[in-house]
């Protein structure tokens, strides 16, 4: 099992690493500089030099210019299910976060190797869930008489030592693609679920999809004694909420959504389910990255969308579907930062290196966290 992290020391960008968490920082080499004119050629000289022997995968809020390299875009539902598609590439790499690298290692055969090209690109969401947090909660449930009852769910933003703990008790792993399949399976397991880390996917699909109220959730805080719940309130929930939220999603107000309403007369709001239940109960239309793609896709030239995602994937719809009027929701929400961290040169960098037969970055999980880790997300794929 990979060491759990308790604490979360601030590392400064471009010293030291921390591979146990999601923040590694380290780059061990010479990165070509951000000003090389000859950047995109080098990667294209790189990739073609690699040829089969490389399999770039994408996520839709990754840069424009990394994006361009991808052999498949997706969210992380789709990159799951893809990474396993070319077993005879011995080089993945992963354009992501560590999470999702973490996730294709484990899904992909021994012989292959992946890259994640800045380990900078964590995700705050999975580190707000470590092991010995969720180690502990388990505790404070069992010490209420309730975790038999109890299925642990777990959003595919978690690490993997979190999936692993999810799998040894009976769990699955979920995204927002798939997430009321997922409550749906675990409710027919269990009377209750205990939903890591993100409490906004949670409550919104336990809410809006599958007829719980708000009072049937409660939010377990894992820097509280106990979470901050009685035992009383343990035992009345029917979800258990860690308090965990995207740091980009989670920035979008009730305020946003009235302000474009107000700016801009017969708007169409479509936010992401990772938003707060404020947001998402008085959006127009709710869904994963997939599928606010596809809606954008199929609406009308001339419709006006306000979208609550993330910037460079709403830029990226813009761009494609200059006939209609697709916009942020937020003027003051930025860049996913960690997502942002994998740019052109930190790309050229490990496919050159890959290139002369040098792998840097690797991502490994090791055998039993992995081992354990496969038996949630097999049952997320295999979910009905
Ligand atoms: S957008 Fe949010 S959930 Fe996704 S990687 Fe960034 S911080 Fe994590």
């Not at 470590?130 to 069992?142: G, K, M, P, R």
């Not at 009383?232 to 009730?254: N, P, Y």
């Amino acid at each position: 099992m990979t060491t759990p992290v308790r604490d979360l020391p601030l590392l400064l960008l471009g010293t030291g690493s921390d591979p146990a968490s999601e923040r590694g920082v380290d780059c061990p080499g010479e990165l070509p500089p951000a000003s090389d004119p000859e950047l995109v050629e080098r990667a294209r000289a790189a990739k073609a030099a690699l040829g089969g022997e490389v399999f770039v995968l994408g996520h839709h809020y990754q840069r424009d210019e990394v994006i361009e390299f991808a052999d498949v875009t997706g969210d992380s539902f789709k990159l799951a299910q893809q990474a396993a598609a070319r077993p005879d590439a011995p080089y993945v790499v992963f354009c992501g976060v560590h999470f999702m690298a973490e996730s294709a290692d484990i899904l992909t055969a021994a012989h292959q190797q992946v890259v994640l090209p800045d380990l900078a690109a964590g995700c705050s969401m999975a580190d707000m869930a470590t092991f010995d947090q969720v180690e502990e909660c388990w505790e404070v449930l069992e010490d209420a008489g309730i975790a038999d009852d109890v299925v642990p769910v777990t959003y595919m933003n978690s690490s993997a030592d979190i999936k692993a703990f999810v799998g040894r008790h009976g769990g699955v792993v979920c995204t927002s693609s798939n997430a009321k399949r997922a409550l749906d399976w675990a409710y027919a397991k269990g009377s209750k679920v205990l939903f890591l880390p993100d409490q906004h996917l949670g409550r919104n699909t336990a809410v809006l999809e599958m007829g719980l109220s708000l009072d049937d959730c409660v939010v377990y805080s894992p820097h509280r004694p106990e979470g901050g719940l009685s035992g009383r309130q343990l035992r009345d929930a029917r979800m258990i909420l860690w308090r965990g939220h995207c740091s980009v999603h989670g920035r979008f107000s009730l305020d946003s959504v009235e302000d474009v309403r107000r700016r801009v007369p017969g708007v169409n709001v479509l936010v992401h389910p990772e938003c707060k239940h404020e947001v998402v109960t008085n959006a127009d239309q709710i869904g994963s990255t997939e599928y606010i793609i596809r809606t954008i896709e199929n609406a009308p030239s001339g419709s006006s969308w306000a979208v609550g995602t993330e910037l460079n994937l709403v830029r990226r719809l813009a761009n494609a579907h200059p006939d209609k009027n697709v916009m942020f929701l937020d003027k003051t929400v930025c860049f996913c930062s960690t997502m942002n961290r994998i740019d052109l040169p930190h790309l050229v960098w490990s496919l050159e290196s890959l290139a002369r037969g040098e792998v840097v970055n690797r991502i490994e999980v090791d055998p039993e966290t992995a081992h354990y880790a496969r038996v949630a997300l097999d049952q997320m794929l295999a979910l009905p």
